[in-house]
């Protein structure tokens, strides 16, 4: 019975570490306002961010030399759209964050 109270101990130490962020699977959440016209996924089908077409919120972000992104406000695929794409923020509607990316 000795044995059994540290690995209690142990376990309820472990479960007070913080679980590292899970992968973001699955369709991305719907903004919650009409701001955005999302297409589809940007880097692949799956992709929370996404390829943002023209609306009257859009319209004035829209360039013929860049894509024009959306991803969920906060999520790891934002950060990584950041990261690997040169991607800058133009503006921020429906818990969606929106990003302008050079055409390569």
Not at 4 to 13: G, I, K, N, R, T
Not at 30 to 44: A, I, Q
Not at 69 to 95: D, I, W
Request: with cysteine; hydrophobic share 35%.
């Amino acid at each position: 019975m000795k044995h059994l109270f540290p690995l209690a101990a142990v376990a309820a130490l472990a479960a007070c570490d913080d679980t590292p962020p899970q992968p973001e699977t699955g369709a991305a959440p719907p903004p919650t306002n009409d701001d955005l016209y999302l297409v589809g996924g940007y880097r692949s089908e799956d992709d929370w961010c996404q390829l943002t077409g023209e609306t009257a919120f859009t319209v004035n972000f829209l360039d013929h030399t860049a894509d024009l992104v959306s991803c969920p406000t906060g999520s790891a695929a934002a950060q990584s759209l950041v990261e690997m794409q040169n991607a800058q923020q133009v503006a921020e509607t429906g818990g969606y964050t929106v990003y302008t990316i050079p055409r390569g």
